[in-house]
């Protein structure tokens, strides 16, 4: 399973950006896809994950700001952020968990993309 990301650069704080990843391969399950990222200097933490069934989590530092959504047939996750800030500033990586089409679990991990918050 692959996963691909779009949507990172450069804002000033306050402005919005939408990331979007999208899973190929062989998948039979996608039970929870969503996004972490990492800062420099720091742990990787969660930002937001949506389970098939429409479940959300956030992560404290985003909730109300971040929105995520996911089309389900076309195996792809969004996220909507607003009123960004400079702190939001990370390499942004999609994660995905299933079953792939052997019925094999799966934890696929993005290249990341860059969201750079200006102040």
């Known amino acids: 399973v692959q996963l691909v990301e779009s949507g990172g650069g450069l804002v000033q704080a306050g402005g919005s950006l939408t990331l979007s990843c999208t899973a190929y391969?062989?998948?039979?399950?996608?039970?929870?896809m969503g996004w972490y990222r990492q800062a420099p200097g720091k742990q990787r933490e969660l930002v937001a994950i949506r389970t098939s069934g429409g479940s959300t989590n956030y992560g404290d530092s985003v909730n109300g700001r971040f929105t995520i959504s996911r089309v389900n047939a076309m195996n792809t996750v969004y996220l909507q952020m607003n009123s960004l800030k400079p702190e939001d500033t990370a390499v942004y990586y999609c994660?995905?968990?299933?079953?792939?089409?052997?019925?094999?679990?799966?934890?696929?991990w993005g290249q990341g993309t860059q969201v750079t918050v200006a102040p």
């Open positions: 994660n995905a968990r299933g079953y792939d089409s052997s019925r094999t679990v799966y934890d696929a």
């Open positions: 391969g062989s998948i039979y399950s996608i039970n929870g």
